[in-house]
């Protein structure tokens, strides 16, 4: 029997017009990878004993995957709402914005705000959801930020708001 866990809160549907397209198109490569696996699965299932058999063992684990991953995106895609217009007032922090901060010590840290489903740290784009977005959420230029982080709360200040991906950070 396992242990029991409550369910994880609902991420908000909100996504980006081309991070919707990258699950779009990452659902059909799940697919096509999909039937390949099938027929390596079924070539190692004609092999024997299938308790020995890492191969089939392997193609089961990874068939699993790629189902979990297909049935996901398969519920998920049709609940997003893709925002791909910029908001009225461009000098507000909303979804989609390029924000630029300064800390304490004049380091300058720049994120963009996505959905749930497209973040990447590596990029600078952080969820809506997490706590630096929310702390965001409709700040203006050079209003204050305080973020609670692990390490306690960190004080930033808003130095550019933009919503154009061609002069990002």
Same mark, same amino acid.
Do not use: H
């Given at each position: 029997?396992?242990?029991?866990?409550?369910?994880?809160?609902?991420?908000?549907?909100?996504?980006?017009?081309?991070?919707?397209?990258?699950?779009?198109?990452?659902?059909?490569?799940?697919?096509?990878?999909?039937?390949?696996?099938?027929?390596?699965?079924?070539?190692?299932?004609?092999?024997?004993?299938?308790?020995?058999?890492?191969?089939?063992?392997?193609?089961?684990?990874?068939?699993?995957?790629?189902?979990?991953?297909?049935?996901?995106?398969?519920?998920?895609?049709?609940?997003?709402?893709?925002?791909? $217009?910029?908001?009225?007032?461009?000098? @507000?922090?909303?979804?989609?914005?390029?924000?630029?901060?300064?800390?304490?010590?004049?380091?300058?840290?720049?994120?963009?705000?996505?959905?749930?489903?497209?973040? $990447?740290?590596?990029?600078?784009?952080?969820? @809506? $959801?997490?706590?630096? /977005?929310?702390?965001? @959420?409709?700040?203006?230029?050079?209003?204050?930020?305080?973020? /609670?982080?692990?390490?306690?709360?960190?004080?930033?200040?808003?130095?550019?708001?933009?919503?154009?991906?061609? $002069?990002?950070?």
């Amino acid at each position: 029997m396992g242990r029991y866990r409550p369910p994880a809160e609902k991420s908000s549907p909100y996504i980006t017009r081309e991070g919707y397209q990258t699950l779009a198109d990452e659902l059909k490569a799940l697919w096509k990878r999909r039937a390949d696996v099938t027929r390596a699965l079924t070539a190692a299932a004609a092999e024997g004993d299938r308790s020995e058999n890492a191969e089939y063992i392997y193609r089961k684990k990874e068939l699993r995957g790629i189902d979990r991953r297909i049935r996901y995106l398969q519920k998920r895609l049709p609940d997003l709402k893709v925002v791909s $217009d910029p908001p009225t007032d461009q000098s @507000m922090v909303f979804f989609g914005a390029w924000v630029t901060l300064e800390d304490d010590a004049g380091v300058e840290t720049c994120y963009r705000i996505v959905g749930a489903d497209e973040f $990447d740290p590596a990029r600078g784009w952080i969820s @809506m $959801d997490s706590p630096m /977005a929310r702390a965001l @959420m409709k700040k203006t230029l050079d209003d204050e930020v305080r973020v /609670a982080t692990p390490d306690g709360d960190s004080d930033y200040v808003v130095i550019d708001v933009r919503y154009s991906a061609a $002069d990002n950070c």
